[in-house]
């Protein structure tokens, strides 16, 4: 897995210019200016007999679907996806066939881009299934310090828009290997797995960054990818800890400005 450039600039169909107008104290009357705004826009996933909408930010779409499979629990490996296809008439489409597609019942979901997993009633049941994360990863408490710095400085789309959540790979030493933006927190973090999914990259020795803050669903999608370390600059939800406790995580919250809540699990941080 790659450092993304520090440089890069964000699709054009991540974002676009509007109009607006801008009222300070010294411009009480207004001042017409173009801004850029994340675009927000729905991909339809057609899965075997099922079909999803999910609410994104346009950008590393196969990688939020593959991502998206994997922590539902509809693939377990790469080598379930038979075959990821976009359709050529539409960038908002996306056709899988999976290899047990004829076990699956036909269904339609609506997933916005804040939602989670809304609904479910079996989330104890779901948690459990989840089984414990092993991970042996190991981080000293002034590289956890380094890492939201790391990240924000490869936020080109939040940079422009200040409306987009991060989620990001680190390793050991800290070194940041991936960040996936979108307009949804769990559509980046599905983006972020999917990336390491296609590769073929295993998880189970990095930690996971989050931007915002840390909810059930984030600590189960993590647990399904093995990450065993995950640092948010926000706070967890009770739901969340309990969860990462159970399921041998490590959670931190408010990790900024060199000082960082330990919630469960704290043994993996020296």
């Known amino acids: 897995m790659t450092r993304e450039s520090d440089n890069a600039l964000p699709p054009p169909d991540e974002m676009r210019e509007m109009g607006i107008v801008r009222y300070d104290r010294d411009h009480p009357c207004g001042q017409k200016r173009t801004d850029a705004v994340i675009v927000e826009r729905p991909l339809s996933i ?3 007999n099922a079909t999803y909408t999910i609410l994104r930010t346009p950008g590393a779409d196969r990688e939020l679907v593959a991502g998206f499979l994997f ?3 509809l693939i377990e490996k790469p080598d ?3 075959m990821l296809r976009e ?16 076990e699956k019942p036909r269904r339609s979901l609506m997933i916005t881009s ?11 049941a779901m948690v459990a299934a989840l089984g414990r994360v092993d991970g042996a990863m190991s981080v000293p408490f002034a590289t956890l310090y380094q890492v939201p710095a790391a990240v924000r400085a490869l936020q080109p789309l939040f940079d422009l828009t ?4 991060a989620s990001a790979l680190f390793d050991a030493r800290g070194n940041v290997l991936c960040v996936k933006e979108d307009v949804g927190r769990h559509n980046a973090l599905d983006k972020l797995i999917g990336h390491a999914l296609l590769r073929n990259i295993s998880l189970s020795e990095m930690g996971l960054f989050l ?3 840390t909810s059930l669903e984030m600590i189960a999608k993590a647990a399904r990818a093995r990450i065993p370390l995950v640092a948010a600059v926000g706070a967890p939800t009770t739901a969340a800890l309990e969860a990462a406790d159970q399921l041998g995580i490590t ?3 408010f990790l900024r400005d060199e000082r960082i809540s330990v919630y469960s699990h704290g043994w993996r941080i020296v």
Not at 114 to 124: A, V
């Open 46 to 48: 057609e899965v075997d």
């Open 251 to 253: 959670l931190c919250g």
């Open 114 to 124: 804040s939602c989670g997993l809304c609904g479910r009633e079996d989330m104890k």
């Open 71 to 73: 922590t539902e629990g």
């Open 211 to 213: 931007s915002g803050r």
């Open 80 to 82: 379930d996806i038979q």
């Open 87 to 102: 359709c050529p008439d539409s960038p908002d489409v996306i056709t899988v066939k999976t290899r047990d597609a004829a």
């Open 162 to 165: 200040g409306g987009a959540h």
